[in-house]
T-cell receptor
């Protein structure tokens, strides 16, 4: 079983729409959850993190965590072409490791 | 805004040669990490470093790899005898104290082994 799973995409949405990105993780002991954005050839850029069940909003971004279902999601409202990138879900504390375990990422394409 | 800096941005080396990748973590951070990303694959944890010693390492981090904090600011990753399969982007990251788990990444070093 993969530790952090994401649909590889591409997920294609029109400009102005809501993009919904999903992630599941295998270790119930995982402590915190992160969404990074990665442009091709660049390093991961932290967008949001969430520790507690529920929703967390930051501007156009909303992270959602459901620990019972081991599920994390990221919603991007009013998607812009500049949001086109690969979105990486990362889990802290997977198997007790004090480091990040990444999913393989979902490629998002926002069509103008 | 504080940032993690890495040098060089691109390193080309011949198979069997030693390479040293350098990182300057955020100044008040205490935990330092190396991750790598082979082209088209996911970001993978290599090693974490705290209090001048390795805290954890993955199965990727074998005897060919070593890390060092030679002074108060630099954090280095050495690959002793590079292999073709070491070609990847190598990212340095750092986090703060205690429960602070927000990891900030450097811009990466693209290592190409020929």
């Amino acid at each position: 079983q993969k530790e952090v799973e994401q649909n590889s995409g591409p997920l294609s949405v029109p400009e102005g729409a809501i993009a919904s990105l999903n992630c599941t993780y295998s270790d119930r002991g995982s402590q915190s959850f992160f969404w990074y954005r990665q442009y091709s050839g660049k390093s991961p850029e932290l967008i949001m993190f969430i520790y507690s069940n529920g929703d967390k909003e930051d501007g156009r971004f909303t992270a959602q965590l459901n620990k019972a279902s081991q599920y994390v999601s990221l919603l991007i409202r009013d998607s812009q072409p500049s949001d086109s990138a690969t979105y990486l879900c990362a889990v802290w504390g997977n198997t007790g490791r004090r480091a990040l375990t990444f999913g393989s990422g979902t490629r998002l394409q926002v069509q103008p | 805004e504080p940032e993690v800096t890495q040098t060089p941005s691109h390193q080309v080396t011949q198979m069997g040669q030693e390479v040293i990748l350098r990182c300057v973590p955020i100044s008040n951070h205490l935990y330092f990490y190396w991750y790598r990303q082979i082209l088209g694959q996911k970001v993978e944890f290599l090693v974490s470093f705290y209090n001048n010693e390795i805290s954890e390492k993955s199965e990727i981090f074998d005897d060919q790899f070593s890390v060092e904090r030679p002074d108060g600011s630099n954090f280095t990753l050495k690959i002793r005898s590079t292999k073709l399969e070491d070609s990847a982007m190598y990212f340095c990251a750092s986090t703060g104290q205690g429960d602070d788990t927000e990891a900030f990444f450097g811009q990466g070093t693209r290592l190409t082994v020929v």
